[in-house]
Nanobody
């Protein structure tokens, strides 16, 4: 069973940084498109970033462009979401989602979801 798991969330002050990780032990993550999504209290889930399988094409929501970076470390079989210059509006539960092959920026495309990791950015 494919089960991605996020880690790296926490409490950070405005302007700080976090690096979220997505892992799925037993599976080669490079073969999967990976999407990062977030859901803040009282708000709908929104796409944050995605990286395609193998080729490594990336896409970002306008709200995080220039601040967040998604990357793969295939040697460690991890996908990262580097979050820089965090803002209070970035506060949300962040989810890693996966689908075998391709590149997707919409949540409906993804088959597998992690339980989420909380990112809280204080003012």
């Amino acid at each position: 069973q494919f089960q991605p798991v996020e880690s790296g969330g926490g409490l950070v002050q405005s302007g700080g940084s976090l690096r979220l990780s997505c892992e799925a032990p037993g599976f080669t993550l490079d073969y999967y498109a990976i999407g990062w999504f977030r859901q803040a209290p009282g708000k709908e889930r929104e796409g944050v970033s995605c990286v395609s399988s193998t080729e490594g094409f990336t896409n970002y929501a306008d709200s995080v462009k220039g601040r967040f970076t998604v990357s793969r470390d295939n040697a460690l079989n991890v996908v990262y979401l580097q979050q820089n210059n965090l803002k209070p509006e970035d506060t949300a539960v962040y989810y890693c989602a996966a689908k075998y092959s391709g590149s997707y920026f919409y949540s409906g495309a993804y088959d597998y979801w992690g339980p989420g990791t909380q990112v809280t950015v204080s003012s």
